[in-house]
């Protein structure tokens, strides 16, 4: 399993932007399939972004909004959240496998980090 470090949340105001961004250690992210989820107080763990390979996939409410992407130089997975909501509040979490499965199942990922938070204002 690798390790995943998330930075990048905070306190934005509706329609603002956010960057996560996730470091990747013990293994080279270009390897894996990578996601981020979120996960708001009371509800369950929500699948936002996956990126395999050459491919990009999008949970529906965030799609045209927020983008994946990976820096193969850095090690990272970074996600730009652009027109936040605030129902786009929530812990996001990033998440990593080498297995195969749904990309947006989270049983799919074997490898989860701690979380950032994100808030919207209205």
């Known amino acids: 399993q690798v390790q995943l470090v998330e930075s990048g949340g905070g306190l934005v105001q509706v329609g603002g932007s956010l960057r996560l961004s996730c470091a990747v250690s013990?293994?080279?992210?270009?390897?894996?399939?990578m996601g981020w989820f979120r996960q708001a107080p009371g509800k369950e763990r929500e699948f936002v972004a996956a990126r395999v390979a050459a491919s990009t996939y999008y949970g529906d409410s965030v799609k045209g909004r927020f983008t994946i992407s990976r820096d193969n130089a850095k090690n990272t997975l970074d996600l730009q959240m652009n027109t936040l909501q605030p129902e786009d509040t929530a812990v996001y979490y990033c998440a990593a496998t080498r297995g195969l499965g749904s990309v947006s199942s989270v049983g799919t990922y074997d490898s989860w980090g701690q979380g950032t938070q994100v808030t919207i204002s209205s």
């Open positions: 013990g293994g080279f992210v270009i390897r894996y399939t």
